[in-house]
Structure formats: C-alpha cells, structure tokens
C-alpha cells in the first residue's frame, strides 16, 4: 500500500536510491532454502581469502541471473545487477561489480575440475531431500544446443583431453549446419528437478549415451535417492541397453520400426479401435532382446485423429501421382506385347496405394503412310496399348493408420500389484517432465540458449549452472503449487481465474515491478507490492517475506 506523505523539506534526488527485485527475491530465497550456497562453499572452498564472493555465492549470482529472463549474456552479469538489490539477494558486501566475467570464469573452472556430474550431483541429492521428494522414478532424456565457434570440432576424439567435442550432430532445432553439445538429464517425476546432468559431444547418439549412463550413474542414483524406475523414450529400447538394465526396473517406449511391434500392433488395432473416441489398451508378456517383459499396447484417440488428417492427405497426394503415372502408361503405344508387359510390370512395382485391375493388352492396327487410306489399302503394322482399371487398396491405408494410431511401452515389471497397467501408462507419460525442463532451458529469454563461452571446459561447466537454474525454477513451482495445496488456497492465472497449480513462469511475471526504494541509505520501501503476493510469500514462508520486507 502506497502512502503520500507532505513535508517542507524536499530531499535531493541523490538521498534516493530505486532497485527492482521483481521475482529475483523467489529465486534466491528457493537457493537459500535448498542450501546451494553453504553446500557448493563445503564442495569448493575459496582458494583466495581475499576474494569478496565464495563460489557458492557466485553460482546463484548466475542462477539469478539466469533466471532474470532479461535476455542477457552470461559476461554481462555485473550489467545486469547494477539496478538490483545485490547485498540483499547475494549477501553483505556484494556489490554489483564483483559479479564480473573473471570472477565467474575462475567459478566454471573451479566447478569442471571438480567433476562436473559430481558436484551436480550432490547438490540435487541434497535438493531432493530438503523437498521431501520420493525420487521413485527418472525420466531420462537428451537435447543438444547451438555453440558459436570452431572450438574442437576438428580434433579426434582421443585427442580431446577428455573434454566433449563440440562439433555437428542430429540437431533437435533442424540447425545442422550448427556446432552443438548435447545435454542429457534424468528428472525425478514429482517436481521434474534434474538429478543427474551429463554433457556430451555434439554428435553424440541417444543409444550409446543412454547406455553409458547407466553403466556410470544408475547405480548411485538408486542408492542415494532411492530411484526404482527409469522411463525413456525408443532410443533406451534396443539389444544391448536391455541387456545393461537386467538389474533395473524400467519403462521404454517400444520403436515403431521394429517387425514385432509391428505385427502385435496389427493383431491388436481391430479390438481396441472398435470405438475411435475411446482410449484402450491392452498387456501381454513377451520376449524381446532375452529379456522377459511386459508390453501395453495403447490405442490414442488424439494420435488417431491427427494421424487420419495426416494420412488422408499423404494417400491424396500419392493417389493422384500415381493414376497420372498410369494415365500415362494408357496413352503409350508399345512395338510388341513383350515391351508393353515390361513396361506395366515396371509401373506396378511402383504403385504403393492402388492396385491395377483387368489389365488387357489391346492389339491396334495401324498404316504406316501419313494422310487417309484407301478403301482397298490393308493396315501394314500393328501397335500394343494397355487398358484396364487403377483402384485404391484400403489395406496399406487401415494398417498405416492403425501403427500411427496406436503405440507400445514396455517395462520388465511383470507384477501388476507393483505397477498397473494405468500406472505404467502414467509413468511413461511422465517423461514430459524432462522434455518441459528443455523446453525451459531453450527459451529464447533463457541465459543460454546459445553457448557462446570461449573455452570448452567453460562451456562443459556452464551446462551446470543451467540445469541448476532449471532445478531452481522446478522447485519453486513445486513449493508455490504444494504450498497453495496444504493451504486451500488459489492463485490467479492470466485470465483471473482461481488456480491451484500456476506456472513459475507465471508468478514470475506477476511479481513484476516490485521496487525497493531507499532513502537517506536507511529507510528502505517495498513498493507495488498488492495482497496477492504478500499472501503467496506468507505461505513459502518467512525467509521469503524478508526478502520483500
């Protein structure tokens, strides 16, 4: 609440000093409530007395920073915090050129020679537990980012000193023409907070990543958070990374491509498409690379309507190239029935949705002077044309239709008492978490979209700093959304409306232009601060309203 005061005394402007907090406050009160900074200072203690910032202090300078959302390069940091609170986000005595490219430069080296999934990994372990997360399942997944430079795309790989290549590979973003590293993530189902953060070569496959992890880091991850399930998409499903997970619970979606879910998919569509607006499934027990398992079969209706529109129009076009192919064969006049018997067998092996039928070769005859013949004059050559009819086969259509419209997850849980049929449906569906938290992590505003740091291990050590903005914002959600809950109250989304679950992203913005006004360098005054936002800080609790008091 603004309040006007009259006096005779007008200060000078120079007794004012306005900073904007905006949802910078959230932030760093979620860093101090995880325990970051205490718990990366124990990790990397500071090797200069003299330096003004511990490097815990600063990586959530940076986490603030990143998400800052101000579209802002990582080097201009000090920029970014000249009109902010630093002393009351950061710490005492911090200002804002401390926060300069050579002090966050020494952190990234200091965090990649330290390990890079090592120090991440305590850090989420520790997130983890201060959230009272069950970490039951992980979903795990990989996306790549577009890095500006040469770097080490030209080195072998042996010749890297164990450090990624950043070369071009399958690009996500269809730049291929790009150099990229690819980032991959294990997220816990509840919050979506990354537990695991690996960076690899740009060129790396999903196969032979995903079977490296969990050679390298299943293992821990079962015995520090206690995660009994690993979800995956088709590239987990192959021979050999079945083989590495016989000690493992886990759920993959079966590749379409594969001969087996091919035909259990066409025996099963006729009974579970019976009504197209009903989603059914259907389980059965089969063996797949040695490895018994248990494979659901699911029938979408969503995936069939958009697979009917699609389909309909690939069958138009295809339908339409392939009458005039065989308009064109009509038309032509063959020298012997050997030629125009070649010439339909040629056109047949290309016809993939229709289907010749009642082919005849008709014999013509013909004179072979130009001009009208006499009534006497006797045709002296004959030609070959081939007549018939060109018709849709319904069969490739209805069985195209039913592999788009239907899918199989497979897990090696065989008792349904442990895992249902709906819970593994669910599970598997989970696995949007991950691909949310790179959806994040690619935003334009984000910090870095593009990597554009000069050294690769500084590039290595950034995708830290990243993932850990990204279990920052999740666990912000998460607390807002189960504060609101153990409370029965609401929050208001975009249009005003009541809701339980709002966006992080969302109260981000519904905290903007929140200022900090200090007079004199002793009065200090939150303005444009509303009811709404005093009552979501009363319920994160009191370290959160200090911020904004």
Same mark, same amino acid.
């Given at each position: ?241 079945? &083989?590495?997970? *016989?000690? +493992?619970?886990? #759920?993959?979606?079966?590749?379409? !491509?594969?001969? =087996? ?116 004059? &006797?045709?002296? *050559?004959? +030609?070959?044309? #081939?007549?018939?009819?060109?018709? !849709?086969?319904? =069969? ?154």
């Amino acid at each position: 609440m603004a309040a006007h005061v009259e006096t005779g005394i007008m200060l000078a402007p120079s007794n004012y000093q306005s900073q904007v907090i905006k949802h910078l406050g959230l932030v760093a009160g979620m860093v101090d409530e995880l325990g970051l900074v205490e718990r990366i200072d124990q990790l990397l203690p500071k090797d200069e007395e003299r330096r003004t910032l511990s490097h815990g202090q600063v990586v959530k300078a940076m986490i603030i920073n990143g998400l800052g959302f101000n579209q802002r390069a990582l080097y201009l940091s000090s920029r970014f915090f000249q009109d902010k609170p630093v002393a009351r986000l950061i710490g005492e005595g911090i200002e804002a050129d401390h926060i300069n490219d050579d002090v966050q430069g020494r952190t990234l080296d200091t965090i990649y020679g330290y390990g890079l999934e090592r120090f991440y990994a305590q850090l989420s372990v520790q997130a983890a537990v201060r959230l009272g997360l069950t970490c039951r399942t992980g979903h795990l997944d990989s996306t790549s980012f577009h890095v500006d430079g040469e770097y080490n795309s030209q080195l072998p790989a042996d010749e890297t000193g164990g450090l990624i290549t950043i070369t071009k590979g399958y690009s996500r973003d269809h730049r291929p023409d790009l150099n990229q590293v690819v980032l991959q993530l294990i997220c816990e189902h509840q919050a979506g907070i990354p537990l695991l953060m690996k960076p690899l070569s740009g060129n790396s496959a999903d196969k032979t990543g995903f079977r490296e992890t969990i050679k390298t880091h299943i293992g821990q991850l079962q015995q520090d958070v206690g995660l009994r399930y690993l979800v995956a998409d088709s590239a987990l499903y192959c021979h050999e990374s079945l &083989q590495e997970m *016989r000690d +493992i619970l886990w #759920i993959s979606r079966v590749p379409e !491509t594969l001969s =087996l879910a091919k035909d259990m998919i066409q025996q099963a569509a006729p009974m579970l498409m019976v009504n197209p607006d009903e989603q059914t499934m259907m389980s059965l027990c089969t063996h797949y690379g040695e490895i018994r398992q248990r494979w659901l079969i699911v029938y979408s209706p969503e995936a069939y309507q958009r697979s009917r529109q699609t389909l309909n129009k690939q069958f138009r076009q295809q339908s339409q190239t392939e009458l005039k192919a065989f308009e064109s064969l009509c038309k032509q006049a063959f020298a012997c029935e050997t030629d125009a018997r070649h010439a339909l067998d040629k056109l047949q092996k290309k016809l993939k949705i229709t289907e010749l039928l009642d082919m005849t070769l008709v014999e013509e005859f013909r004179h072979s002077k130009p001009g009208r013949p006499g009534k006497e004059v &006797q045709p002296d *050559r004959h +030609i070959i044309r #081939i007549t018939g009819t060109l018709a !849709t086969r319904l =069969l490739p259509y209805q069985q195209k239709l039913a592999r788009k419209s239907c899918f199989i997850v497979a897990t090696n849980q065989l008792d349904q008492d442990e895992l249902s049929d709906a819970e593994l449906l669910q599970t598997y569906q989970d696995q949007q978490k991950v691909e949310r938290g790179f959806r994040f992590l690619k935003d334009p505003q984000f910090m870095a979209s593009t990597l554009f740091l000069k050294s690769v291990k500084r590039v290595m050590a950034l995708t830290v700093i990243m993932t850990l903005c990204l279990l920052v914002y999740a666990a912000l959600e998460y607390r807002i959304r189960k504060a609101l809950r153990e409370a029965k109250e609401t929050f208001p989304n975009q249009l005003g409306q009541p809701v339980t679950k709002p966006t992080a992203r969302w109260v981000f913005q519904f905290f903007a232009g929140i200022h900090i006004l200090t007079v004199d360098q002793m009065q200090v005054l939150v303005l444009n601060m509303n009811d709404l936002q005093w009552k979501l800080l009363r319920l994160l609790g009191k370290p959160y309203e200090q911020l904004y008091s």
